[in-house]
């Protein structure tokens, strides 16, 4: 069954919420209210041992366009090991280009040729760009979108590379892929797509746009060729990852179980526990790609708690999706969460209230969350 189906299957009860956002700060609790800051929320959980995922819901808006930012990473990643692993390939498999990439985010200082195993690791403890760009280009923009599709994510769009223009998103380039000893597996061509756009309706939002060159072009902005990734998908997406028995063997990956589990692991490793690439800790905190229960500290998370999962940032719009569990504890979760923190409605001119309201109101929905579920279990 569906996600949403199941969602609106089982109601969310007003007590559930009432004791979330008691439980916050109440100038945090009351963004979830006002209708400014678009909050979507969609948590499911159950006790340790169980098969079924109660799931409460707040105003999600599936086909309502918000920018899910580098929680496109999420398939992405997942996608690029279902080809490789098709391909035979592991995590050890190196791919990239025989042709210079176009557009994007691709300094001159990235190599050619990358492991699968690095890039989820670029990917997942600090969220850098460049890997989805590459993938982007290897998996193509045609065969993305029909494998989303088949998974049962027909309205999502990955059809443009991370600090990208538009103009360059259907066309990618040629490269190989090499097995971990050096052999070929496979070769891609350079490819031209076709172009999508958001499939919901209309994409417009905002009271402008600064151009790089400084120009404001006033009035909403057409974001119908930027990525798309309704909540309750993304949502999926890693629930059908972490718990693949829970959905439609149709909607599972096709990575193999070995693969899987070393992804989840990649996926939970912090930017100080990475040993390649190496990261300072002063400036990639544990919480800097982890919204949920820890995103508003410099701190070190508790030992105890595990978060898999993957956030999104961009134009004011913040996003998490994550898996959360912690030892000592009966409960585990799977939380996902949008808010818009844009007071101008200005894009791209970097005003945006991440640090004042963004990150506090993920983190504390994320502790209020936890407590309420560990109270009531």
């Not at 998370?301 to 940032?313: D, R, T």
Request: proline residues 6%.
């Amino acid at each position: 069954m569906p996600l949403l189906a199941c969602a609106s299957a089982v109601q969310a009860r007003p007590a559930f919420w009432t004791q979330v956002f008691a439980a916050m700060p109440k100038v945090l609790a009351e963004m979830a209210h006002n209708p400014e800051h678009r909050v979507q929320i969609l948590c499911q959980f159950r006790q340790l041992g169980t098969s079924h995922w109660h799931t409460r819901h707040w105003q999600l808006q599936p086909n309502r366009w918000f920018s899910i930012g580098s929680v496109a990473k999420l398939p992405m990643a997942l996608l690029a090991c279902e080809r490789v692993a098709a391909l035979g390939g592991t995590l050890q498999s190196t791919l990239g280009f025989t042709q210079v990439p176009i557009g994007g985010e691709w300094p001159e200082s990235e190599p050619a040729f990358e492991s699968l195993e690095r890039s989820l690791v670029r990917t997942f403890t600090v969220s850098e760009n460049v890997p989805f760009n590459r993938w982007y280009d290897f998996l193509g923009v045609d065969a993305i979108a029909e494998r989303l599709a088949a998974l049962g994510y027909p309205s999502a769009r990955l059809i443009s590379r991370m600090s990208a223009p538009v103009r360059d998103n259907t066309h990618t380039r040629a490269g190989r892929v090499y097995a971990a000893m050096g052999d070929v597996l496979s070769e891609f061509p350079e490819r031209i797509g076709h172009e999508r756009r958001f499939a919901l309706g209309d994409a417009r939002t905002g009271k402008g746009f600064l151009q790089d060159d400084g120009r404001l072009l006033e009035g909403p902005h057409d974001f119908s060729k930027a990525n798309f990734i309704a909540l309750a998908d993304a949502h999926r997406m890693l629930r059908a990852l972490v718990d693949p028995a829970s959905v439609p063997e149709s909607q599972r990956w096709a990575i193999p179980d070995v693969m899987r589990k070393e992804v989840l692991r990649i996926m939970a490793l912090l930017p100080r526990e990475s040993s390649d690439p190496v990261y300072s800790e002063s400036e990639y905190y544990d919480g800097y790609a982890r919204f949920f229960l820890i995103g508003d500290s410099p701190s070190r998370k508790p030992e105890a708690l595990q978060l898999i999962g993957k956030v999104g940032e961009a134009y004011g719009f913040l996003s998490d999706v994550e898996y959360i569990r912690a030892q000592g504890s009966s409960m585990e979760c799977l939380l996902a969460a949008n808010v818009y923190v844009n007071a101008d409605g200005i894009f791209n001119d970097d005003k945006y209230e991440y640090e004042t309201l963004g990150y506090p109101f993920l983190a504390a929905l994320g502790r209020a969350v936890w407590q309420v579920l560990n109270t009531n279990a």
